[in-house]
């Protein structure tokens, strides 16, 4: 069976207790980052753009359920007390951050690592509620934020992973052979099943 699409051949431990990360990965981080980078910078233009112009219609409203304006326009947008988007420009450009300097030789503590498991798992974590609120309560679906929802997906699946097979998450064997192989297909699923509920909340749009 193939070694996952993610391999980290060369990366473990050092004798310092730090743990680097091969270039497949580290280009991992920072392509998902600039992906959600990207999102967050477009949606907090036209969030500036819909401030100063009530009657501005973004870009990506493209109908009735695809209308990033219907989303900006939301209690949700702004559920920390400004823009969404502004703390992707924050978190997002820290993980390329990360990327680049695992690119350049980078090795970092278990901590270090566990940190930036944590930063994921409280996106993937936001993204879910932001994703229930759009489909459920707004109504409404914004394309840029379902970007950011992929990149962020994909990035907490394989931080997840290089953490369990390098022991900085203390798992079975079994499950370090699971995510030695078989990675991909959890962040797949992940999409999928949010796919598979876009399709089913609007039926009758997509098929009429």
């Not at 280009?27 to 910078?41: D, E, K, N, Y």
């Not at 493209?62 to 988007?85: D, H, R, T, W």
């Not at 980078?106 to 944590?118: S, V």
């Amino acid at each position: 069976m193939a070694k996952a699409a993610v391999d980290e051949v060369g990366s473990g431990r050092d004798g310092g207790g730090t743990i680097g990360a091969s270039r497949a990965f580290s280009w991992l981080l920072v392509i998902t980052g600039a992906a959600g980078l990207l999102a967050a910078w477009v949606i907090t233009i036209d969030k500036f753009k819909l401030l100063e112009d009530p009657n501005f219609t973004p870009g990506c409203s493209l109908n009735p359920i695809v209308s990033c304006g219907n989303i900006m326009k939301s209690e949700q947008a702004s559920v920390f007390g400004f823009p969404n988007p502004m703390l992707g420009l924050v978190t997002y450009a820290m993980v390329i951050a990360i990327g680049v300097g695992l690119l350049a030789g980078a090795r970092y503590r278990r901590w270090y690592w566990l940190g930036l498991n944590a930063g994921t798992l409280f996106g993937v974590g936001f993204c879910t509620w932001l994703m229930y609120q759009s489909l459920y309560e707004i109504n409404s679906l914004c394309l840029w934020c379902c970007l950011a929802w992929v990149a962020t997906i994909v990035m907490f699946w394989y931080v997840t992973s290089h953490n369990v097979r390098h022991g900085v998450i203390p798992a079975p064997g079994g499950l370090k052979t699971f995510f030695d192989e078989f990675t991909w297909i959890l962040p797949v699923l992940h999409i999928g099943i949010i796919g598979m509920l876009i399709l089913t909340r609007w039926w009758d749009f997509w098929t009429g």
